[in-house]
């Protein structure tokens, strides 16, 4: 029995020192050159050219003048890195309160149903069932309004304060709302205002993306872009296809390919976010046995590499060629970083790279699909009023369109009533479709 008892505590000895072994040669394998790479490209300082709008957009909803808020927002920030960092595992009220919650509100009403809907398909006609009622709430929006669309007036927004699971963001509700004001005007008989509302609009959402400050702000980019586009076509379809344009609209409206290049920026931006809030719920400050925990398998250095890798796909070649072909992204984006031998010095890394990964499934066909919305409108607008005898619509269209940069194909619907392109991101249709004037005249005009 004693032999027994020998042999197992050597077999038992064996296999823990092969497992130290292992942890230990796992432990010190380096971060792998590709994520070293792609976590350089993350943490780079990331310079813009131009005003940073951060503070009036962030005080957007505030009755406080923007040089104020742009002072408020500077001792914000000071205030807000001194602060611990709150989570909702930490219960109770989070320490840091904006010094702007403080101060009034521009606009306090609370409208309903009365201002258009993100997606809603015909905002012109909305407010025409509203027309009288909408007047009041217009005037108590005038204020909001008008800081919204002196947002353009910047080149950029990029927020300043530390990037951390309780980081403040700004109140992007008012610049979806204002297409009601827009819409409004319009109707009302001012076109040159709802017009150039319109197409400031649609250059702030230009700049959101272009910002490449976070997912959230990129995805307010596109749906303003989206929501701007629409609205635009259908003011031009109650409109003499000769009458002159805001300058600001032909820029704002352009498939140039903005809104595509948009990823990459926005990507990496995430992935900044990212990497600050993970190292900030793993910083000092942890009880000794939680942090024994933590260091014994968690590699911090390696699992923000694992992870900046997804992001900063986005801008590898292999994204730029799908993004220039005009093909989908998230079919051959990076999901899972999979299990590798570095895994058994670094199991918690490893799980939390696996968990989070899918969140950035699907996020960058909406910007893929938002040029794709810009490339309908130009072809509508190409199409519209322009007659010729000889060849039909759809001839029309594939005409224009050879001769246009290489990308998704627009087509007359089935009836012939509408030009349609196929979208990426099908949550909210497949397709997106722009109604034809009867015969290319204005038929809708009132």
Request: proline share 7%; aromatic share 8%; with cysteine.
């Amino acid at each position: 029995m004693s032999g027994f008892f020998r042999w197992f505590g050597l077999l038992a000895f064996g296999v823990v020192v092969i497992a130290v072994s292992l942890y230990t040669v796992s432990r010190l394998m380096p971060v792998p050159a590709e994520d070293a790479k792609a976590l350089a490209l993350v943490e780079a300082p990331r310079p813009l050219a131009g005003r940073n709008g951060f503070a009036a957009l962030w005080s957007l909803k505030y009755d406080v003048p923007v040089a104020e808020a742009e002072r408020l927002l500077a001792e914000d920030v000071v205030r807000f890195r001194a602060l611990p960092v709150w989570t909702l595992e930490g219960g109770g009220a989070p320490p840091h309160r904006p010094a702007l919650d403080a101060r009034p509100l521009l606009d306090a009403g609370a409208h309903g149903d009365m201002l258009c809907d993100v997606g809603e398909a015909d905002c012109l006609r909305h407010v025409r069932a509203r027309k009288d009622a909408l007047a009041s709430v217009m005037a108590s929006r005038t204020a909001i309004e008008a800081r919204a669309t002196a947002l353009d007036d910047y080149d950029y927004f990029r927020n300043p304060y530390p990037a951390r699971p309780d980081m403040p963001l700004p109140p992007l509700q008012p610049l979806l709302q204002a297409q009601t004001a827009h819409a409004h005007a319009f109707v009302r008989g001012d076109h040159e205002a709802g017009l150039l509302g319109v197409c400031r609009n649609a250059s702030v959402a230009r700049k959101l993306v272009a910002s490449g400050d976070n997912l959230i702000g990129g995805m307010v980019g596109t749906a303003l872009m989206n929501a701007s586009a629409q609205l635009f076509v259908d003011m031009l379809a109650e409109l003499p296809v000769d009458r002159p344009l805001p300058a600001t609209c032909e820029d704002a409206f352009r498939p140039d390919g903005a809104m595509a290049a948009g990823i990459c920026p926005t990507m990496i931006g995430e992935g900044k976010f990212a990497l600050g809030t993970f190292h900030a719920l793993n910083a000092g400050g942890q009880p000794w046995y939680r942090k024994l925990k933590t260091d014994l398998f968690l590699d911090q250095r390696k699992t923000m590499a694992m992870g900046a890798r997804r992001h900063a796909w986005f801008c590898s070649p292999q994204a730029e060629a799908l993004v220039r072909a005009d093909r989908p992204l998230g079919g051959h984006a990076p999901l899972y970083g999979g299990w590798t031998f570095s895994c058994l010095a670094n199991a918690a890394g490893c799980v939390l790279d696996n968990v989070a990964a899918p969140s950035l499934a699907g996020y960058a066909e909406r910007f893929q699909d938002a040029e794709a919305r810009l490339r309908a409108v130009a072809a509508w607008r190409a199409m519209r009023g322009r007659h010729d005898g000889a060849r039909s619509l759809a001839q029309r269209l594939d005409a224009w369109q050879d001769a246009q940069p290489a990308g998704r194909r627009v087509r007359v619907s089935a009836d012939g009533g509408a030009l349609e392109i196929d979208l990426f991101d099908d949550r909210q249709g497949s397709v997106f479709a722009l109604p034809l004037p009867a015969d290319g005249t204005d038929a809708r005009r009132r």
